[in-house]
């Protein structure tokens, strides 16, 4: 089973950039999705961006369009979380996540990392 291994979060400010990465144990499959998702504070995971790995299309929540870019280094097997002009309430969790196919619901990706911590201060 593949793992996946997230880093780079950490504590900024709001306004800042920070760019999180994270790398899948065995190439992803051209077929696979991965995604990005995060969980605040009692809340539940939520999708953030996603990358078909063959094709690089790209799909994000509209709350972070403009602000975050998802992209990956098919000869690195990672996938990339750009994140920039950082809000109070991007704080959370991020997960990274792989899936079969596409998709926007937690219940679909069978693969996850551990979650790196992105805290957003005022």
């Known amino acids: 089973q593949r793992q996946l291994a997230e880093s780079g979060g950490g504590l900024v400010q709001a306004g800042d950039s920070l760019k999180l990465s994270c790398v899948v144990s065995?190439?992803?499959?051209?077929?696979?999705?991965m995604a990005w998702f995060r969980q605040a504070p009692g809340k539940g995971r939520e999708f953030v961006a996603g990358?078909?790995?063959?094709?690089?299309?790209?799909y994000y929540a509209d709350s972070v369009k403009g602000r975050f870019t998802i992209s990956r280094d098919r000869s690195e097997s990672t996938v990339y979380l750009e994140m920039s002009s950082l809000k109070l309430e991007d704080t959370g969790v991020y997960y990274c996540?792989?899936?079969?196919?596409?998709?926007?619901?937690?219940?679909?990706?069978?693969?996850w990392g551990q979650g790196t911590q992105v805290t957003v201060s005022a």
């Open positions: 996540a792989l899936a079969n196919s596409y998709g926007t619901n937690a219940a679909s990706f069978r693969n």
């Open positions: 065995d190439r992803p499959f051209s077929s696979h999705f």
């Open positions: 990358i078909r790995w063959g094709y690089g299309s790209t």
